[in-house]
Structure formats: C-alpha cells, structure tokens
C-alpha cells in the first residue's frame, strides 16, 4: 500500500494520497486546488489511478479540488453524506467502510469543528481532519461548531482508538507531520491530560482567533465541490492561484 503526505504552503493543509499497488487505484484526501499539478504529478510518478477525491469536512481555509481533478481525469468525488452536497458522487457515512480497490476508510463521524466532519481510520493510522490537530484541535466557533460536542468528539470518540496510532491532521502551522494517539492524549495543550469539559470550554472560548479571511469564499466554493469565485480580492487570490493560472479559468 502506498500512503504519501502532501503539504500546500498557503493554507498549510496536508493531502493524503492513499494508493492500492494491485489495482492502480488511488484516494487523495483533503485535496487542494493549488496543488492539482503537485497532485497529478505524484499520481503519474507512482503510475496510479485517482479514482476518488475525499473530504473530511466542508473546508474554510482553501478550496477543495474535487471538482477541478474530477473534470481533468474523471474521479469521483466523496464527502459526508450529513452534508449533502449536490456534487457529491458517493456520500461517505459513519461507521460504513468506504473502499477503494484494496484500500478500505473506516469513517468516525467526529462533529464540533463543523457539524460534518469526518476523521477516517486506514490499517495503524487516522486521518483526524481538523478536529484533532498535532497538540492543539480546530476551532468551534463557525460552521455550526460547538465546543462540547467537539470534546465529546475527541476524548470519547478518537482518544479511544488504540494509543499507537499514527494521528495525522488536516494542517499543521509549524510543519509537524505526525503524532500518536497516546502523544495527543499526554501533551495536546487543550485537550490531553485528561482536561475536563469545563477546562475545554474555557479554553475555547477565550481563543480570541481572528475572522477566517477566506471562509466566505471557501465555504460556498466547497459546498459546490471547489469552485473559485470569480469576485476573489486581490489579496486572496493566492488561495486559488492554481485556478487563475489554469486553462479553465
């Protein structure tokens, strides 16, 4: 089996192309429209197939490049079917595994970032999304986002999985790869030694975080499968750059 992290500068998002050396069948999760070239590039090297595009949630940061690698090399397309997106080929649920050739997703509904959100359990390893970051989680106040449910999430849901699996998240702003199960529980500054609700809460809500600057862009691109808007400022064009340099527009 083949599994390769992709990292994109802009947003700092890591792609997860996930291959199947018998059939020829690749996943990328988290794909980003910057780095379609990046992407084919990888897939070409390693002489796979894209068959599918996955996402863990309805992203604000970047846009998806579902759509984009779907009309290039005719992949599909899967997302939360608790979102229901039109452009969506196959809706992913909880606890269904979803597999590609020998490649099998075990998905955990894993809600209070965004209400949809999915982590997803491939052989020793998670993809956690945004809801469990490399010491320290994703924020709660967007998206239908709720702190307790999101502490439910991770301390009832991904804490429970065996402490020597590889956590690998959706982002990471200091270029940290990879955690364990057990390193998140021991040293994730707002949720690890077992912090209580209330300890989490405060945490939460004392963040201060600033207004996502694209999300207004982003969250109705993704819910069409990644599409850039044709009214982006100049100053967040680089989040669609590889659109406005593409052929297609």
Not at 64 to 71: I, P
Not at 78 to 107: H, K, R, S, Y
Not at 113 to 138: K, N, P, S
Not at 153 to 175: G, I, M, N, Q, R
Request: charged letters at 25%; glycine letters at 8%.
């Amino acid at each position: 089996m083949i599994f390769r992290q992709l990292y994109e500068p802009v947003s700092s998002t890591y792609t997860y192309l996930i291959g199947c050396e018998e059939t020829g069948q690749a996943i990328l999760v988290d794909p980003v429209v910057n780095a379609i070239d990046r992407d084919l590039h990888e897939l070409s090297k390693l002489g796979m197939k894209l068959a599918y595009t996955v996402d863990t949630h309805i992203h604000a940061d970047h846009i998806t490049s579902a759509l984009e690698m779907k009309k290039k090399v005719g992949s599909k397309i899967a997302t939360p079917a608790i979102d229901g997106l039109p452009c969506t080929d196959v809706g992913i649920e909880d606890g269904t595994p979803f597999q590609v050739g020998g490649i099998t997703l075990n998905p955990l509904h894993t809600p209070g970032h965004t209400d949809g959100h999915f982590a997803y359990i491939f052989q020793d390893r998670v993809l956690t999304g945004d809801a469990l970051l490399i010491e320290g989680c994703g924020r709660t106040d967007f998206q239908n986002g709720h702190a307790d449910t999101l502490y439910n999430s991770v301390t009832e849901k991904l804490f429970a999985l065996p402490d020597d699996y590889l956590v690998y998240p959706a982002h990471d702003y200091h270029k940290r790869r990879v955690s364990t199960i057990a390193q998140e529980k021991d040293r994730n500054e707002r949720l690890g030694q077992n912090k209580s609700l209330e300890e989490f809460r405060e945490i939460m809500n004392n963040l201060n975080l600033p207004y996502p600057k694209f999300i207004d862009y982003a969250v109705p691109g993704n819910r069409k499968c990644g599409v850039c808007p044709d009214n982006l400022p100049k100053q967040l064009q680089e989040y669609c750059e590889q659109m406005t340099n593409s052929q297609q527009g």
